[in-house]
């Protein structure tokens, strides 16, 4: 079914607008990470809510112990249904600038990417679904849904404040259903719906041996090097095979069944087109599972980031008093953050070497998550790609983490549909971030239609 030619006309002729519009939104440098951003950040809240109301809609910011949540409502709609979309105006850090062939606040259109800190995760993907509400509102003065939008700035953050938000608010934020778009879909022109989404749990490793840094020369030898300590206790954490060594971690990893792996193994993918979009001279990883299933359904640990001793210009003979490192786990369903957080204490007490002090910091976590993708949510949602994109959605998993689905599953207890409108390639928390111009055209597309479909589904 093509889109109702009300909505597809308004859509059309608004796209120069709506662009100009998302150009504004990504010039705010809404960093959630740096504190030095925290007034861009309410302003970029302030932003949001106030093209929410330009549309038509009520829009509240709430205050939290950390950055702004915007709540928007449209309840013109009795006896219909209630959906709430969800997403993050806040961006990840947009560093190493020199890396950007445009800067990172100054959105630039290229070979139809629009380039910008922010496009497609998750501005672009939020500010869509402001444009697909407008459409139906300015050419119908009314909605076929009632609709709350929750916008919130501390995705990339962990989403601290979040849970906490819903949990006090579940009055305020009762829907059937939740609608998110801030993930990719698999292949150019081919619309998805995820399945699964992995969880986190993050941790900072701290290695102090002696109280200053010493030469090399004349304490080498005489103490325990607290770099090669933190490598000694990194080396442990896999087995030859990728297999992640720390004790008890599979325990909960639910098996992903056989019809689930198949699945996996009919999509269109291409290692070697993988292992081309990432650099890497070849793909590595736990071995008996493709790079999919690896990516999707199989949890990792993993160093992000490693700080010790001299790694300036030329040489310097010093041994390092200290070392750090992050490190983060994906976790697949049922692990849960907090277990995995004692087993890696666990175990990086009973690797650590003598003569050095080791301690174990959690920064951040997040639950995994896997969807039920029967009911009527998911048709409307297939339907609805189809008129947008004339292809029939896939089913994909994910390997990244959206800490709060899992919240609204549990508290809202209602389904959670992710349909992104990203791309491979697009260097989401990379240098030159991108979002393909007409995914987020088609994206407003899609969602409006979603809107008509959900209310037929009633
Ligand atoms: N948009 C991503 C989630 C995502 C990642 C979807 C990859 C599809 C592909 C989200 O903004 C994100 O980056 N999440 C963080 C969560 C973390 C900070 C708790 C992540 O996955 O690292
Ligand atoms: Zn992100």
């Known amino acids: 079914m093509p889109l109702a030619n009300d909505l597809a006309s308004y859509l059309a002729d608004s796209r120069k607008r709506s662009l100009d519009e998302l150009f504004e939104f990504l010039r705010i440098p809404s960093v959630s990470a740096r504190s030095e951003h925290n007034a861009d950040t309410v302003r970029t809240a302030e932003w949001f809510a106030a093209s929410l109301r330009s549309v038509g809609l009520t829009a509240t910011i709430h205050s939290t112990m950390g950055h702004p949540i915007v709540v928007g409502e449209w309840r013109g709609a009795p006896g219909a ?17 020199d890396l950007w062939d445009s800067p990172p606040f100054e959105p630039t259109v290229r070979d139809g990417k629009l380039f910008a800190r922010g496009s497609v995760d998750d501005k672009g993907q939020l500010f869509l679904h402001v444009k697909a509400l407008q459409a139906h509102l300015a050419t119908r003065k009314k909605l076929p849904v009632n609709v709350i939008v929750l916008a919130e700035g501390e995705e990339e953050v962990g989403s601290e404040h979040l849970a906490e938000f819903i949990q006090a608010n579940q009055t305020l934020l009762a829907c059937d259903a939740v609608v998110i778009s801030d993930s990719s879909m698999f292949a150019p022109g081919l619309p998805s719906i995820l399945s699964s989404l992995r969880g986190l749990a993050y941790f900072q490793i701290d290695v102090v041996g002696p109280s200053v840094d010493l030469h090399s020369g004349s304490y080498g030898g005489a103490v325990m090097n607290p770099a090669m300590a933190l490598a000694r206790i990194l080396a442990t954490m896999h087995d030859a095979d990728g297999h992640i060594a720390i004790t008890g971690f599979y325990d909960d990893v639910r098996d992903w069944g056989v019809a689930a792996r198949e699945a996996i193994g009919k999509l269109p993918f291409d290692d070697n087109d993988f292992r081309a979009e990432t650099g890497s001279p070849s793909l590595f990883g736990e071995k008996g599972y493709s790079t999919l299933e690896r990516v999707w359904m199989r949890p990792t640990c993993e160093v992000n980031g490693l700080l010790s001793g001299y790694t300036g210009e030329g040489a310097k003979t010093v041994l390092p008093s200290k070392a750090m490192a992050k490190v983060s786990c994906r976790l697949v369903p049922d692990q849960r953050p907090d277990e995995i957080e004692r087993l890696m204490r666990a175990h990086v007490e009973r690797v650590a070497p003598p003569g050095v002090t080791v301690t174990v910091r959690p920064l951040h976590g997040g639950h995994p998550w896997r969807a039920d993708l029967d009911g009527p949510l998911f ?41 992104g409108f990203g791309l491979p390639g697009e260097n989401a928390h990379a240098p030159n971030e991108w979002m393909a111009v007409e995914n987020f055209h088609r994206g407003a597309e899609a969602v409006a239609a979603l809107w008509d479909e959900v209310a037929r589904e009633r």
Request: no cysteine; glycine share 8%.
């Open 81 to 97: 249904q209630t959906v709430l979309v969800y997403g993050h105006y806040d961006v990840q850090p947009a560093e190493p600038l």
């Open 379 to 419: 048709d409307a949602a297939r339907r609805a790609l189809a008129t947008a994109f004339g292809r029939d959605p896939v089913i994909v998993g994910e390997g990244g983490s959206i800490p709060v689905v899992d919240d609204f599953q549990r508290i809202l207890k209602a389904p959670v549909l992710l349909m």
